[in-house]
């Protein structure tokens, strides 16, 4: 009975995650009107949701016999020991001298220091904490196998919305309660509809998820599950001789497309990197089973070539047209300044400076900074006494204070070295390569091979994005992955 509540309780989870930011935004307008930020008692629904989930989780795991529930491998040790690690990093008089360390325990007064700590600690360990107890309980394959084909089809209802997202004027955004301005994150503001590529006017798309790269990001996980199904349709074909019906083509081809689309519409380039890495892999795994059916290896990699070839063509059409969407020079240039910034932060604090110091929890105690290249027009801040702007790495706006700006690394695992030092980093790798190795010894023809898929897409989007920030990706992938991973 609680596993059964258990897995209904995760499934409305991981179906509602995609949609969070749109529920809040639209939430918040209901019931405030137009121009407020964000309502908290919304935004936490799926913490106390997940928290639910949990309890019941302990409530099985105390009433389970199973010896494997309590045996701690490699991953338990390191998520433990970075749990620890944080908190001693956090402790440290020096990392929080401005505010005072956590508060006292006589009046229970919060510093902002504990705030800090508390949001770092969301971002970078809750998911982890949830993965640790959900590896400890059962999962139905059942359960497994209906949420993998219900998320592709989620993620095509979303990528299919997103792309019509590209046409719609301001103000549909703008009824619903996103902010009249795009581009840009303001702590207390409402969040903005889209995000356009620099001074291009090109729209990115964000479908339902508060940015274009969590949109591309998230899309990782259907992309994923519709290679798995293809391949287990195409195994059942050339093996069993099962026939290949003309509905299942055409529905999975109208699926790839529309969430490709969606992808590629969000000029994600980390989440272009990594669909890519994706289907590398996926053809390594291929190539290492196709001789096992009888069918020629030299065949698979003259097919995979040629298809190689056909989009490298079309994507250099593409960039030829429109070398903007690609070459982004403010982007560019913070995707080397950024990474370079934190391991000289790294270097100079080898121990770190505490949860909540970058990333994108050094957000909500940060001012808004904008970047913008040398001539451009930022006239358009001048009424704006909420935004900072920046000409390289000279504030022009406002000229009556000194903005404090966000520390973000561009780098998932770097966030953690800010954090938490040099352990940290090597926690943070450490983690990532342990899970990817587990995941490579489980059979791939069960539906470990999307999660695996995904969590390597992700890993690889973490060389060049704060990857895992998202609530919808960071919980869905440790869940999914905590219940391939399941002791029991």
């Not at 503001?189 to 964000?206: D, K, M, T, V």
């Not at 001789?241 to 590629?264: C, D, E, N, Q, V």
């Not at 022009?396 to 561009?410: G, M, N, Q, W």
């Amino acid at each position: 009975m609680l596993q059964r509540t258990r897995e209904w309780l995760t499934f409305i989870l991981l179906l509602l995650l995609p949609f969070h930011a749109f529920l809040v935004t639209v939430g918040t307008k209901w019931l405030l009107g137009p121009g407020h930020a964000p309502l908290a008692y919304l935004a936490i629904w799926k913490e106390v949701l997940i928290l639910l989930i949990v309890l019941i989780a302990i409530f099985e795991i105390f009433g389970s016999d199973s010896k494997n529930v309590w045996s701690f491998d490699l991953i338990d040790w390191l998520i433990l020991g970075g749990v620890l690690l944080a908190s001693i990093v956090s402790l440290n008089p020096s990392a929080f001298a401005e505010n005072g360390g956590f508060g006292s325990l006589l009046n229970f007064k919060i510093t902002a220091a504990d705030k800090r700590f508390l949001l770092g600690f969301k971002y970078d360990f809750l998911p982890l904490t949830v993965f640790f107890f959900m590896r400890r309980v059962a999962w139905s394959e059942i359960w497994l196998n209906r949420i993998l084909v219900i998320l592709a089809v989620l993620g095509v209802v979303i990528a299919v919305y997103g792309i019509e997202t590209a046409f719609l004027p301001l103000s549909f955004f703008t009824s619903l309660g996103y902010s009249d301005m795009h581009s840009l994150y303001i702590p207390g503001s409402p969040l903005a509809a889209f995000q356009q590529i620099e001074n291009s006017g090109i729209r990115r798309i964000q479908s339902v998820m508060s940015g274009p790269n969590q949109f591309g990001i998230w899309l990782l996980l259907p992309l994923s599950i519709l290679i798995w199904v293809i391949l287990k349709r195409l195994k059942a074909h050339l093996r069993e001789k099962k026939p290949m019906r003309y509905g299942f083509i055409f529905a999975w081809l109208f699926s790839f497309s529309a969430i490709s689309a969606a992808l590629s519409l969000a000029y994600s380039r980390a989440a272009w990197v990594a669909a890519s890495g994706i289907l590398f892999v996926t053809v390594l795994l291929g190539i290492k089973r196709v001789e096992r059916l009888g069918y020629s290896k030299k065949n698979l990699i003259y097919g995979v070539l040629t298809g190689a070839l056909i989009f490298a063509a079309l994507f250099s059409v593409l960039i030829r047209q429109r070398p903007d969407i690609l070459i982004r020079t403010q982007s560019f240039a913070d995707h080397l300044k950024k990474p370079l910034a934190a391991m000289a932060i790294i270097k100079n604090h080898p121990f770190g400076s505490g949860l909540g110091t970058a990333g994108p929890a050094s957000n909500a105690f940060s001012d808004t900074c904008v970047t913008q290249p040398a001539g451009s027009d930022y006239s358009w801040a001048k009424n704006r006494s909420d935004v900072c702007i920046f000409i390289g790495s000279t504030q022009r706006f406002p000229a009556d204070k000194v903005c404090k700006c966000p520390v973000l690394t561009e780098n998932w695992y770097l966030q953690f070295g800010v954090e938490m030092g040099v352990l940290g980093l090597i926690f943070s790798l450490a983690l990532a390569i342990s899970v990817l190795w587990r995941l490579l010894r489980i059979n791939l023809t069960n539906p470990a091979l999307p999660i695996l898929l995904t969590f390597l897409g992700i890993s690889i989007a973490g060389l060049f994005l704060h990857s895992f920030e998202d609530s919808a990706v960071a919980y869905s992938v440790w869940i999914l992955t905590a219940a391939v991973l399941s002791k029991r």
